[in-house]
């Protein structure tokens, strides 16, 4: 009996022991990934971002700059098949701004981005998450220091947990997985090429310059074909009740009215010509969004965005933010009505 109590207390002992080390070694590795990361002037990132939120899976490339100094500077673009679908999130000293080059158009936010949410492309959007939850899970492969922990969004509740990959010699992230409650891997973020403490030129973080110096070609949106109406895949049980379309002097309006238990509308607008000038800026009353193919402005009733040359806006008094989010993303897809 004596000798059993004396090996059930070592036995004890040695879990303790265990959990001691697995303990220090999850704290010793996070300290290593924020020293590497303070250390940073800026870097470049290269990675590419599936969405599986939809109908059907998206790819898109995102090119990530990133400056430290008094006020940090970002650029991130984002870039689908469709160049005309391409946007860039820019950070300044003069604000955060959505650029979308093949409108010539630029929007101003007033937000406290990327700060204010988890951002899977960022380095230190990954870093706060894994620091923010103390109940993280701590794994470790041949290669990779892997943190589960819970994400930071406002309103993409449908994403609530993330594994993070950490390169073992390096302490930079290689792959971030999103997955919703049941553990459906939703958005998938791969680093290929991450370039630490690069040269920046000094307008590569100027908003004019960024638009001036686009290589889209405008004028595939400009001969594009008539305007490709959209239709919601999910309408929260809604019906399709009025379309009107409106012609303006610059292009074509269609409202569309949707009844049932969740009301919404609707609109698309769509113009005929590329603004000439890059020094307008539209200001977007809302806190921006990523929609997975487009960046937008959210309110509490309203979300609108640009995609591929058409102006879209949405809202509804009957929905809350998850499901206007949900109509938003299914917009996209194939037509149907």
């Given at each position: 009996m004596k000798r059993k109590y004396v090996f059930a207390v070592l036995l004890l002992a040695c879990v303790t022991m265990i959990a001691?080390?697995?303990?220090?070694?999850?704290?010793?590795?996070?300290?290593?990934?924020?020293?590497?990361?303070?250390?940073?002037?800026?870097?470049?990132?290269?990675?590419?971002?599936?969405?599986?939120?939809?109908?059907?899976?998206?790819?898109?490339?995102?090119?990530?700059?990133?400056?430290?100094?008094?006020?940090?500077?970002?650029?991130?673009g984002l870039e689908?098949?469709?160049?005309?679908?391409?946007?860039?999130?820019?950070?300044?000293?003069?604000?955060?701004?959505?650029?979308?080059?093949?409108?010539?158009?630029?929007?101003?936010?007033?937000?406290?981005?990327?700060?204010?949410?988890?951002?899977?492309?960022?380095?230190?959007?990954?870093?706060?998450?894994?620091?923010?939850?103390?109940?993280?899970?701590?794994?470790?492969?041949?290669?990779?220091?892997?943190?589960?922990t819970k994400t930071n969004y406002h309103y993409q509740t449908n994403l609530p947990v993330q594994e993070v990959y950490f390169d073992k010699k390096t302490y930079t992230p290689t792959h971030v997985r999103m997955m919703d409650e049941d553990r459906n891997v939703l958005v998938e973020v791969t680093f290929a090429d991450m370039s630490l403490n690069p040269t920046f030129g000094e307008n590569d973080f100027d908003r004019k310059t960024i638009l001036e110096s686009a290589t889209t070609d405008v004028t595939a949106l400009e001969s594009s074909d008539a305007f490709d109406i959209k239709y919601p895949l999910n309408t929260k049980g809604a019906e399709l009740t009025e379309q009107e379309k409106v012609t303006l002097e610059d292009g074509e309006r269609v409202i569309m009215t949707f009844k049932g238990e969740r009301n919404f509308t609707l609109v698309q607008e769509r113009e005929t010509s590329i603004p000439t000038s890059t020094t307008d800026v539209e200001?977007?009353?809302?806190?921006?969004?990523?929609?997975?193919?487009?960046?937008?402005?959210?309110?509490?009733?309203?979300?609108e965005w640009n995609d591929n040359g058409t102006h879209f806006y949405l809202a509804s008094e009957d929905m809350t933010i998850d499901e206007l989010l949900e109509v938003a993303t299914s917009i996209y897809g194939k037509e149907v009505k």
């Open positions: 001691g080390c697995g303990s220090k070694s999850q704290e010793s590795v996070q300290k290593k990934i924020i020293d590497t990361l303070q250390k940073l002037d800026g870097y470049k990132v290269e990675a590419e971002m599936t969405m599986k939120t939809g109908q059907d899976e998206r790819s898109y490339d995102v090119h990530v700059w990133y400056k430290r100094g008094e006020e940090d500077f970002y650029r991130v689908s098949d469709n160049e005309v679908n391409g946007q860039v999130i820019l950070k300044n000293d003069e604000g955060v701004f959505v650029l979308t080059p093949a409108l010539n158009k630029s929007f101003k936010f007033q937000t406290d981005w990327p700060e204010n949410s988890s951002q899977p492309y960022l380095f230190q959007s990954l870093v706060d998450d894994v620091i923010a939850d103390k109940d993280a899970v701590f794994t470790a492969s041949d290669t990779h220091y892997v943190f589960e200001q977007l009353h809302g806190d921006l969004v990523d929609l997975g193919f487009s960046i937008g402005a959210l309110t509490n009733d309203t979300i």
